[in-house]
């Protein structure tokens, strides 16, 4: 199990909004097949690791592990849990049942039925942790939330304005961080900021110092003041803006009305959840951050810590989260904390 859990990672950042699954076929002590699902529409881990095994191989004797639920509904792709019955294998062994209502034991059920010796729950929380995005998603109807800013060693995000001589970003952390940064938002659906973040940084919020997929882009611009040249707006990612107007989509960007006289997280949890986006980071600015600590609206936060100083300036955001860890990273720091009340 703890392979297929190493498997599945391999799809973090590709597979949404599938959850992160890997499988591994065993036969007589030997690993004789393994996949892992890679994206959305493609086969599932369970059919890549049965591939993979070689011709010689009787499947009737090998036992199949699967960190979630075989599928057992026709979705992009078929049920999964028919093929295993198809293909003769007579035991599986379950991480965990899948919490999307669509399978929810249905699958462990049909193979059951089908005669397969099925062992639910082996390191049922490592599987759980590893698909926190996808069970938050379906249990709770939201996005799994992150928070993340780089603040200076005295605990300032941002050097007074009048010190600001240019729009560009003022860096905090050094090139490796930043990379790491976008590692992070690689792996995960959507990214936020507010709209002074927007106008002072004009940011991308794309993946280009890493390989992998972009987020989806929002901004929170309540009177749509961010002006047209603004980055977020170059076309190159999905954007979506948040307002208070109505407002027609354009080919560049989609419109959501929100009800900025309300606490705005709840209002964007829900949206995003309708439009089935599985986690979000929340990048800025502190106001935007404050907001979605005050209303607890969020699971895990990453605190970059440069080595620099501001000595005054905005201060960075005040939460309290269980802290994970703290790694080093060159100079600077990161420091990895947890809501406890998600």
Not at 200 to 206: A, C, G, H, Y
Request: glycine letters at 8%; a positive charge.
């Amino acid at each position: 199990m703890n392979r297929c859990i190493q498997l599945a990672k391999n799809g973090l950042g590709t597979t949404y909004p599938n959850p992160l699954v890997g499988s591994v076929i065993v036969c007589d002590d030997k690993i004789i097949g393994e996949g892992w699902h890679f994206a959305a529409g493609k086969a599932h881990a369970e059919v890549v690791a049965i591939q993979s095994v070689a011709p010689q191989n009787d499947l009737s004797k090998a036992t199949l592990f699967v960190n979630l639920e075989p599928c057992s509904h026709f979705g992009k792709t078929p049920p999964c849990a028919d093929l295993i019955i198809e293909k003769g294998i007579k035991k599986v062994v379950v991480g965990t049942t899948d919490p999307n209502p669509k399978v929810a034991g249905r699958g462990i059920d049909r193979l059951k039925k089908a005669g397969c010796e099925v062992t639910v729950g082996v390191l049922a929380e490592e599987c759980e942790v590893l698909n926190k995005r996808f069970f938050t998603f379906q249990q709770q109807q939201r996005p799994y939330v992150f928070l993340k800013w780089a603040q200076t060693r005295d605990g300032f995000i941002a050097p007074p304005d009048k010190k600001r001589t240019t729009k560009a970003p003022e860096w905090i952390t050094q090139p490796l961080a930043q990379q790491q940064v976008h590692q992070q938002r690689a792996q995960e659906a959507a990214i936020l900021v507010g709209t002074t973040t927007a106008e002072k940084d004009n940011p991308s919020l794309t993946t280009r110092h890493w390989k992998g997929l972009n987020p989806v882009r929002i901004v929170l611009d309540r009177t749509l003041r961010l002006p047209s040249s603004a980055t977020l707006f170059n076309g190159g990612t999905s954007t979506i803006v948040c307002t208070e107007k109505q407002v027609a989509n354009t080919e560049k960007v989609t419109y959501r009305r929100l009800d900025f006289s309300k606490p705005l997280p709840k209002q964007l949890l829900e949206m995003l959840f309708e439009q089935n986006v599985q986690s979000l980071i929340v990048e800025g600015g502190a106001q935007t951050l404050q907001q979605f600590i005050d209303d607890e609206a969020w699971d895990e936060a990453w605190v970059y810590e440069g080595a620099t100083c501001f000595e005054s300036g905005m201060p960075a955001p005040t939460f309290r989260g269980n802290k994970i860890k703290t790694t080093g990273i060159g100079p600077d720091w990161l420091h990895h904390y947890k809501n406890s009340a998600s």
